[in-house]
């Protein structure tokens, strides 16, 4: 990997908005949006193509974007932050924060970090375990990826319980867990993979998916029903405390 990796990256988007999602729902936030994924996960609602630009809301809730030139150095982006007070915290999502593990490990900043990842890079994830006070962990069931064969089932549920045990909830750091929910999804699949990781979590959030796309107009086709969701939080509840918490920022119409 070549010096600027380290230092630089491309990020889609940086704005202030307020977290719409899981136990943190409401706080304010710094949001830094990472282009790249690793997975294709069927309901995906975000654009994560790495643009020649980044968009900087820097007032927030303005609607008006600066462009800023890809990719974006580390001292850079933390003068992007400054403007931003009042913060919880800063989240990096995208796209898959943890591709670019070592140039979060070179962010310095006063907020706190909150790391909103697929949890399936190992060894990305073992750059951060001293880095992100805050773990916004994915549970991605492979049902619900897209390109994913019957040989990668296992690694794949392998990494992502390492994710959570090198990540795991202590002293200095809250680390859960959200499970998106689709319709017809196998009750059994889900508590199994939440045996797994429980002991590294403080809660599970079941966040139903939302809708996007042609999927707007038919709802019903891809959500599961309340009656499917509350059996699904009963069962989970033996196991730890599990919330139903769907995607408040969608609903308000903020970033
Ligand atoms: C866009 S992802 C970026 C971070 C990381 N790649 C991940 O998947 O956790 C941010 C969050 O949005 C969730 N998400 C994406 N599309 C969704 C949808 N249609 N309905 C509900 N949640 C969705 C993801 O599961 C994840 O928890
Ligand atoms: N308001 C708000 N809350 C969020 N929680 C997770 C988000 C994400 O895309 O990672 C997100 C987002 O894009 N906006
Ligand atoms: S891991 Fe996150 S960003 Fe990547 S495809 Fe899935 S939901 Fe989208
Ligand atoms: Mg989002």
Redesign the pocket.
Known sequence: MSASKFTSAPIREVFC??????PYVGTR?A?V?FSGCNLNCNYC??DFATPGTCDYEQVEGSGYFEKIKNPINVTHLEAMLQPFKKLHSV?L??GEPLLYADFIRKLNIASPLYL?SNMTLPEQARKLTEKVAYV?GDFKLPETLRGIGREARKEHMENTVECFRLLRKNHSRDCFCKIVVERDMELGAVNRAVETIAPYVSCVILQPETPIGRDLMNPGAIQASVKSIMELQKSLLEIIDTRVIP?T?RMWG??
């Open positions: 908005s307020v977290q719409g999602e899981g936030q949001f949006r609602d975000t989240s999502t995208g909103e916004s995607q920022h903020c970033l």
